[in-house]
């Protein structure tokens, strides 16, 4: 009489069992974790990551850095303004500027530690089958950071305005009528 294991291990090697049969494919490498599915192989999610400017075709490294800079210098104020320290203090739009600003440079930092490292060139995947040869040199990486910081810094600065005068932009609605 046969084990219930020894009936499972001779099904193995059986292709009309089901078990043995693939649901999910891998996504040019098998050895990648990258899974072809319905969700990152939809004509909708490629636009979407395509549309994004580390994928976007035809832009600079440098290009590439001041729009995600200025994309994270300006929403990380909030966190800063609402819930920093001297929230409720005549300093506490102007504190949260420069922790903004201390983040953007810690971050852009950052990015310059990783191109020291010699980073793997971006590897083609299904959503994303053209990546962009910017990330594949330090020198790259290191005109991204670049980027980073000067829109990032830029990106606070634009928040910082706006946070600090916020009560000039809510008496101009109201004299609108909205």
Known sequence: MTTFVEKIDRSKDNPRDPRNSEAVFPDFDPQGSNLATPINNSKFAKAILNSFSAYRQGL??????????????????????????????????????????????????????????NPPPPIATSAVPNPPDAFASTKGWNTYATGFLIGGVGGAVVAYLIVANIDVFQNSLRLIGL
Request: charged residues 10%; without cysteine.
């Open 60 to 117: 600079s490294p440098l290009r590439r850095g001041i729009e995600v800079g200025l994309a994270h210098g300006y929403w990380q104020i909030g966190p800063f303004f609402k819930f920093g320290p001297l929230r409720y203090t005549e300093w506490g739009s102007l504190a949260a500027l420069l922790s903004d600003i201390g983040l953007v440079v810690i971050s852009a930092g950052a990015i310059v530690i990783y191109a020291a490292t």
